[in-house]
C-alpha cells in the first residue's frame, strides 16, 4: 500500500526532474505536460520550504498535510512533494480550488490531464516557478489514505 503511494510520488518527482526549460510560453491549449518542465532549480531567490510554501496557499477547503518529501532530481537540484488530504469534496471541486488558490499565488495553470481516479494539472508562475499536482479520490486511493479523507492532492514544486 504505502510502497505504491511512495513511487507514485517518486514517479512524479523524476518526470519533474526529466524535463527541459521551454524557450518560450506556449497558450494553456498547449501548455507542457508536468514531464516536460525541465530539471532546472527555480532562482534561489524563489525557493521556498514545504512549510512556506503552504503558508502561500490559502486552501478553501477542509484538508490535512499528512506527508512531505524532498526529492533529489537528476540535474542536482530538488523536488519538494507535498501529499494534502482532503475531508470534503470531489476531484472535480478540488482541482478548482487548487486552481484558485494557485492563481491567488501568481500561478497560471497549464494543461489539466485526466488520470486514473483524477486530473493531473501543470502550473507556472511567470518567474519561472513550477507546480504540479495530481487529485485522487479516495475510490482509486483505497486505503492509501485516511479513511476520513475523501482524496489527496500531491503538490510538486522544484525546491533549491
Not at 498535510?65 to 512533494?81: F, L, P, W
Request: hydrophobic residues 45%; proline residues 5%; aromatic residues 6%.
Amino acid at each position: 500500500m504505502f510502497p505504491i503511494r511512495y513511487a507514485a510520488i517518486v514517479l512524479m518527482a523524476f518526470a519533474l526532474a526529466a524535463c527541459e526549460q521551454k524557450p518560450a510560453a506556449k497558450p494553456a491549449s498547449q501548455a507542457p505536460e508536468p514531464a516536460e518542465v525541465g530539471d532546472t532549480a527555480a532562482p534561489a531567490a524563489t525557493a521556498v520550504s514545504a512549510d512556506e510554501f503552504m503558508a502561500g496557499l490559502a486552501l478553501d477547503f477542509p484538508h490535512q498535510v499528512t506527508n512531505q518529501r524532498r526529492v533529489r532530481q537528476k540535474g542536482g537540484g530538488r523536488a519538494d512533494v507535498i501529499a494534502i488530504d482532503y475531508t470534503e469534496g470531489s476531484v472535480r471541486t478540488i482541482d478548482r480550488q487548487m486552481a484558485a488558490a494557485l492563481r491567488a499565488a501568481g500561478f497560471e495553470r497549464g494543461e489539466r490531464t485526466v488520470v486514473p481516479g483524477g486530473v493531473r494539472v501543470a502550473y507556472e508562475a511567470q518567474d519561472g516557478r513550477r507546480v504540479s499536482t495530481m487529485i485522487r479520490n479516495k475510490k482509486y486511493l483505497g486505503d492509501r489514505v485516511a479513511e476520513t479523507s475523501a482524496g489527496q492532492v500531491s503538490l510538486s514544486y522544484v525546491a533549491n
